[in-house]
């Protein structure tokens, strides 16, 4: 009988997994059944722009959690970083709340369905995620990741309570209580890791160091978190970016149910990376390992991401067009459109859980390149043809297909191979 035996922090994690998974499935399924096509487009025309500014967060957060957990030893060295920290986040935040709201309205009012209220909502929500995710990088980095788990639990019962609340009083929704949602959500994780943060933060440094600290230390942070931009860039393009142009491009309609399909698709990516991210430890030393070991190791966890993601990606787009159909008229012109994303991602997932093994086996400047290289030929490409006319959905994917079996699965496939034979 084997028996499995999990740390605190991954029991937390595995919980937070399930609750998390479930509140994104519950919005998902509202928004499908409760909001028209031009609302669905307007809700995640929000989320993409965000996906824009989340960018340098989301590129400096391993940088805090490695610098922060070297220095658990030393209070004072760590009290150090983190009044730099402190200011750079504040920095951070508010130039995300300038940028969603100089550029961000820029992008989102030309939409039919704008309303600035739940805009305005929207962007202080996303301000407000920005500094709550350096408090809990910084506290994961204090060995209290457990405690930022269920601090996020907690964040999504108290949105999911005022979900349900704003439901009950209206008996229907909209954008704006999505907003709301996501505001209570933001306001509640930052307060509790705020206040966790505090308790737990000791500081011992002068205040005459603090500016010469501050810059030095400033300059350290970006140059350690500059690998990372290439891949965010590149994810930017082939996600928030594409997903932006088809609402300038695409009908509501197509726009809506690609918004539709796309949140399903993260909700099975998230289940599907699962395999390899439990794996990360040992992928980390899979070339000290024995040729045999290696070999087995790859290919017990290939098998098993291959498995997850043929089956998991088509019941994904099934059941979130599905529900799309159930409140909007069902186009028969959309199943074979239906059936190429399918195809277009079964694709993609199987090569990115490739690459991600290959970014934990040290092979990340790799990954940069080929997602750059491939991410920015296709945002070209495929505004291109957006712009000459000659381009519909269909073959914006069939061309996303081609340049990322041109550029992105040749270089993968070889290093992959390389990995697994030595």
């Not at 997994?17 to 307007?42: D, M, Y």
């Not at 209070?75 to 550029?103: E, N, P, Q, R």
């Not at 998230?270 to 087995?296: D, H, N, P, Q």
Request: overall charge positive.
């Amino acid at each position: 009988m084997v028996k499995i035996i999990l740390s605190k922090h991954e029991l937390w994690s595995l919980i937070n997994l399930v609750f998390r998974i479930g509140s994104k499935g519950a919005v998902l399924v509202l928004s499908a059944l409760f909001l028209n096509a031009e609302e669905l487009k307007f809700w995640y025309l929000m989320l993409a722009t965000y996906g824009i500014f989340a960018l340098i967060e989301n590129s400096l957060r391993p940088t805090v959690l490695r610098i922060l957990s070297k220095e658990n030893s030393n209070l004072l060295k760590k009290g150090k970083w983190i009044k730099s920290l402190d200011l750079l986040y504040i920095t951070l935040a508010i130039f995300i709340l300038a940028g969603m709201g100089i550029v961000g309205t820029y992008i989102v009012s030309s939409d039919t369905s704008y309303k600035s209220s739940s805009w305005a909502l929207f962007v202080l929500a996303t301000s407000l995620l920005t500094i709550s995710g350096y408090y809990s990088a910084a506290l994961a980095a204090s060995n209290l990741l457990y405690k930022t788990q269920k601090i996020e639990i907690i964040s999504t019962v108290v949105s999911l309570i005022v979900l349900a609340i704003g439901f009950g009083i209206s008996q229907s929704v909209s954008h704006l209580l999505f907003s709301v949602y996501l505001l209570s959500f933001s306001f509640c994780q930052a307060a509790l890791n705020y206040l966790l943060f505090s308790k737990e933060k000791k500081l011992n440094l002068s205040e005459s160091a603090y500016l010469k600290i501050t810059l030095h230390r400033l300059k350290f942070i970006f140059l350690d978190a500059w690998p990372m931009i290439p891949s965010m860039v590149g994810y930017i393009l082939l996600s928030s970016y594409f997903f932006i142009i088809i609402t300038k491009y695409e009908t509501s309609y197509i726009s809506a149910l690609f918004g539709v399909v796309s949140q399903a698709l993260t909700l099975a990516m998230t289940c599907t990376g699962v395999w390899v991210s439990a794996s990360a430890a040992e992928i980390a030393r899979i070339k000290s390992c024995t040729l045999f070991e290696r070999r087995k190791k790859l290919n017990d966890i290939t098998l098993k991401t291959t498995i997850s993601i043929v089956l998991l990606v088509p019941i994904a787009v099934i059941l979130s067009a599905c529900i799309f159909f159930y409140s909007n008229e069902i186009k028969t012109d959309v199943l074979r459109l239906l059936l190429l994303i399918i195809a277009v991602y079964v694709l993609e997932a199987i090569y990115s859980s490739k690459a991600q093994i290959l970014i934990y086996a040290g092979y990340q400047a790799l990954i940069s390149r080929v997602t750059v290289t491939f991410s920015v030929i296709f945002a070209l490409v495929a505004t291109a043809l957006f712009n000459m006319d000659i381009g519909n959905f269909e073959i914006i994917l069939v061309a996303r297909v081609a340049i990322f079996g041109i550029f992105y699965v040749p270089p993968i496939k070889n290093k992959f191979k390389e990995l697994k034979n030595g």
